[in-house]
């Protein structure tokens, strides 16, 4: 099974300075900054997607800069994500989607399936998904609930948009594999989609809306295509990781995923930030005083001295140095941390939680390139150097479970 990240400019700069706190950017962030794959010995993931909505700028959180997008579709994604100046990265396959999530409110998608098909051409992509549009719903008794009009209409929109997609694609010969997106309410839904997409001719088809689902509902979905689905049709998960699933996975035809799951989690999840093997740990959290809307809130109101702050703040960042060179101890490190952590959140007491990750030394056992070179920084949760560099662990950590896994 391939594991495909998708493409969302996060890149770290390799000349940072974590005892300065410094960053020496070039004019094009782009250019000057780096990728996982190649901050990483060998590129974490399989493929990399990238969604037209990043590129043409539907409110999404990540987009391509006018001069990007131009850049893009001259040289090709290969040559613009750099994969082949890097060991392995002429392995990398990419993949191309519309990016239905950001445009999910529209009551018809904003692209057209001729512009989609000359997107995926100018970009070079090894793969394309077909123009989809999500259903963001679920029934889990569909027996006994009526299903909305608006559901029925993305179904047939996007059946409608996928058979459309093929023939464009089969007429031009075009240089990438198409796949069809797929989108259902029920598993009785999404395997009458399959059914529907493999009469028009799809083998590879990607399955959407599955993101908000637990396992059991995923599963559900999976065992019910599973009926229908041809022995040689592939399925795409879009969205969806469940590492520890990947077996049951691959019994129903799972070809591949694509998720940013791993490296969003170093930053946006409440504990669980640093992975290593099937263990997670928490990162401590030294946030920067002129950006940690808690404490800047307080300042303003003259609750908290700024002084006070960046010096608790000054004291961390020395306290974690003083750690890892066994000139201070762990009680004393979690004091300090415990202590700026009561300015800027009164009610948080993450203590134990850091006592553990730093107790533990993960960093230590990790053979990425990332953990050997900035060591006990991986594990402090404090601005994009910081944290960005935790993510590109993460993803080396799941491809790393993934081969293995894969080798089962």
Known sequence: MKFFFPDSHDLVDPSFDFQKESRALASNRQRAQMYAHEILKYPPYDGMLISRAAVEKLKTSVHYTFGQVQRLKRVGAREFLRLNEVPGGDKVEIMGDCGSFSFVKAHVPPFTVDSLVEFYTDCQFQYGISLDHVILG????????????????????????????????????????????????????????????????????????????????????????????????????????????????KKYGVASFDSTSALKKAFMDDKDNYFIGDKTYTAVRIPQVGENPGLKKKILAGEIKQETASELEKLCLQGIQEFDRGQLSLSDIVNRVRTYERLWHGKKDDSALYAETLEAKPWLRCPCEICKTVGIQVVVFRGAERNRRRGFHNLHNLKTKLAEKNKL
């Open 138 to 249: 679920f029934l889990k008794k569909p027996e006994e609930m009526e299903v909305p009009d608006d559901w029925k209409r993305r179904f047939d929109l996007t059946l409608a948009l996928a058979e459309e997609f093929f023939e464009k694609c089969t007429d031009r010969k075009v240089p990438f594999i198409p796949l069809g997106a797929a989108q259902g309410w029920s598993p009785k839904s999404y395997s009458d989609a399959v059914i529907a997409m493999q009469k028009i001719g799809y083998r590879y088809i990607a399955l959407g809306g599955l993101v908000p689902l637990n396992n059991r509902e995923v599963m559900s979905v999976l065992e019910a295509v599973e009926q229908v689905r041809k022995p040689e049709t592939k399925l795409h998960l879009l969205g969806i990781s469940r590492i520890d699933h990947v077996q049951e996975f």
